[in-house]
């Protein structure tokens, strides 16, 4: 058949090139298995008290010493996004912050907003620990979870410790002294079911088999292993379990928008000019049109101009990833960290979050890119 012909039937009446669509399409099915069975684990380890636990254990090790419990919350936040990812970090350790912060007689924000940045800027050091780098790992000479952390470790370094130091000078009068908990105030002691170290070392054994096989297989594992779990030892609790079928539905929209966008080729003009730029350009562009509508359909937009090579890759996911905590939307860990402190009656302004966060963005965004040129180079 004649290419031209063939071209035009694959285009079909609407202009839309049918073969692209599919193309990005067929990497929808694995990004939405590991979310909602990564949710599922998340629900089952909350559910069996592991976090919890995690805030007793960081306020007992640290015997009050406020800049030390601070510090180990904080470490458990970047491991937590990291393998668990930054939503995970949203829902459960801003949760997690405000009950640790409010024991130890401390401001919210203190724990709340380097939470939040952690979510957002600590997520660069796996694949699993942003939809978007799943995405990305999909271009990567090395899609595997070893070889992306071989390439992105710098960056990802820099945008943990970053944001951190910042809220250690905003906060860093609250950071000083030592807080004793009330005893009132104590959390109840974990079931004695066998729940707890069962999820525990469930989700242990999961963290670790995503770094060697394909990351929606081992949630999907590790979902129903917890879930049979909790169905034998807590059957009252089964239906605390929430899958996120709305946010499954909205990534699932955004996926098919930009396809469609992609097919009919209006962004070409636009990815052939960023395509020629400098990778600090994607960084800036990654980050405006994530903050005007949200970090996955930026990368997915903004995907072809990088042309699958790593430093460019990682300059776009610095952009969609780092700098999108800015807005409200920008991200989807900001609106359930949002929802999370707003039902635990924290209230956040607008403005506030704007210089606050505005801040943390700029300089770890300019750090990051500083540090993608120098080992790009």
């Not at 807005?327 to 949002?338: D, K, M």
Request: charged residues 15%; proline residues 5%; hydrophobic residues 55%.
């Amino acid at each position: 058949m004649d290419p031209r012909r063939e071209r035009a039937r694959s285009h079909g009446l609407t202009g839309v090139d049918v073969d692209a669509a599919l193309e990005l399409l067929a990497r929808v099915p694995s990004v939405l298995v590991f979310l909602a069975a990564l949710t599922v684990v998340a629900e089952c380890a909350s559910i069996a008290g592991l976090f919890d636990l995690l805030g007793t254990k960081v306020v007992a090790l640290a015997r009050g010493r406020i800049a030390l419990v601070w510090v180990l919350f904080m470490t458990t936040a970047v491991l937590v996004t990291a393998f668990l990812s930054l939503d995970t970090t949203a829902v459960l350790m801003t949760t997690a912050a405000v009950v640790v912060a409010r024991r130890l007689d401390r401001p919210v924000a203190l724990f709340a907003f380097p939470t939040l940045w952690i979510a957002n800027m600590a997520s660069l050091w796996l694949p699993v620990s942003n939809l978007t780098n799943l995405l990305a790992r999909d271009v990567l000479p090395h899609p595997n979870a070893l070889g992306f952390l071989e390439e992105a470790w710098p960056v990802a370094l820099t945008t943990t410790l970053v944001p951190l130091l910042v809220a250690a000078v905003v906060w860093r009068s609250s950071l000083r002294g030592t807080a004793v908990a009330p005893a009132e105030s104590a959390p109840p002691q974990p079931a004695q079911d066998g729940v707890l170290p069962a999820v525990g070392t469930l989700v242990a054994c999961m963290c670790v088999s995503i770094l060697l096989v394909e990351p929606a297989v081992a949630a999907s594992v590790a979902a129903l292993l917890c879930v049979a779990v909790i169905a034998m030892r807590r059957r009252s609790t089964l239906a605390e379990i929430e899958i996120p079928w709305r946010s499954l539905a909205i990534i699932s929209a955004l996926f098919v928008t930009v396809a469609l966008v992609h097919g009919s080729g209006v962004l070409r003009p636009a990815l052939g000019s960023l395509g020629d730029a400098p990778a600090w350009t994607l960084t800036a562009a990654g980050a405006l049109v994530a903050n005007g509508l949200n970090n996955l359909p930026a990368y997915l937009a903004l995907e072809p101009a990088a042309h699958g090579e790593t430093d460019r890759v990682l300059a776009l996911l610095v952009g969609v990833n780092v700098a999108s905590g800015i807005t409200w939307w920008g991200s989807v860990a900001t609106l359930l960290w949002r929802d999370r402190l707003r039902r635990a009656g924290v209230r956040i302004r607008w403005g506030t979050h704007l210089r606050l966060a505005g801040l943390a963005t700029l300089v770890t965004t300019l750090a990051a890119a500083g540090v993608l040129e120098l080992v790009s180079r």
